[in-house]
């Protein structure tokens, strides 16, 4: 069995009904220790997998990375003389790269459900992007978008076995193509993965991307777009509104509510073009301009 899904035996029980046992799967949370040249940084609960990708895609969210040169190396560990477990990874930067200051490390576990847990301070949260999000050119029609929840949804493997993992994809703004997907028990894990993806394809920024979670938009899921220079985020659920202030703050393009053949657009609808309504005369009829033109 893959340490990211744990067979269990349960009981089915339907009230009124049936007690049926049987085996079921559950999803792996497991901690995982990045370090940084040997000094620990941050604790994290994760989905084991992709470390490496985590870890990468953290350090671009915290600041310290930037680009692919900036990630030489890491490697899993084995913790004060114990096993290698591989929960614990440790990372070297690149020539000239400063390590991370003192005050990003985590005060105390961060847990699945929280990407900011153990921040210092307020302003610790407020990291500043080196990309500039709100100049990238992406022009995308809402047709492709309305897309991207159902592709998720379809390689969501470990989801559809456990029914407990978020998700998160990057796809091509131009072409609809997705470029990874990556599942964790943690909606900011995945996102990290993603990203970390992306610095050691030495993809960063990513011109033209659209980041898709499989939850709801919050700041720091925001933030870690910004980070990486992604100009738009969606997701199938609701922002927060702090979410909503950063994406208005960065020109980020930020999506929710991304159900069916609709959507809410909450920041930068310029960017979200709708070929469909705009084949459309006045009265609804599918004339389109040409037609218009021969049969005025």
């Not at 029914?163 to 995945?190: I, K, P, S, Y």
Request: proline share 5%; net charge negative.
């Amino acid at each position: 069995m893959s340490r990211i899904a744990a067979r269990r035996r349960v009981t089915r029980l339907t009230v009124g009904g049936s007690r049926v046992r049987r085996a079921d799967f559950l999803a792996v949370e497991e901690p995982l220790e990045i370090r940084v040249r040997g000094r620990s940084l941050a604790v994290t609960m994760r989905s084991p997998g992709h470390d490496v990708e985590l870890a990468a895609g953290f350090l671009v969210s915290e600041g310290v990375v930037h680009q692919q040169s900036d990630f030489a190396a890491a490697i899993h560990c084995a913790s004060d003389g114990e096993p290698n477990t591989y929960n614990v990874l440790d990372v070297a930067l690149g020539p000239g790269v400063a390590p991370p200051d003192p005050s990003l490390e985590r005060n105390f576990t961060t847990t699945s459900s929280c990407g900011l847990c153990g921040k210092a301070t307020i302003d610790a949260v407020h990291t500043r992007s080196r990309f500039d999000v709100a100049e990238d050119p992406l022009r995308i029609d809402a047709s492709m978008i309305i897309t991207f929840p159902d592709q998720l949804r379809a390689q969501q493997a470990v989801f559809e076995r456990t029914g407990g993992l978020h998700a998160a994809a990057l796809f091509d703004g131009r072409t609809g193509e997705m470029l990874v997907l990556r599942e964790d028990v943690g909606r900011h894990n995945a996102v990290d993965k993603v990203v970390g993806w992306a610095l050691l394809q030495g993809l960063l920024p990513l011109r033209s991307v659209v980041l898709m979670v499989s939850a709801r938009a919050s700041f720091e899921l925001t933030q870690k777009a910004l980070m990486a220079g992604i100009p738009m985020l969606t997701a199938v659920s609701a922002p927060s509104s702090l979410a909503v202030e950063l994406a208005e703050s960065s020109g980020i393009t930020l999506v929710g509510f991304l159900r069916g053949d609709s959507m809410v657009v909450y920041n930068r609808d310029d960017r979200i073009t709708d070929i469909a309504h705009e084949s459309l005369d006045p009265a609804g009829s599918d004339v389109g301009p040409l037609e218009k033109a021969v049969h005025p």
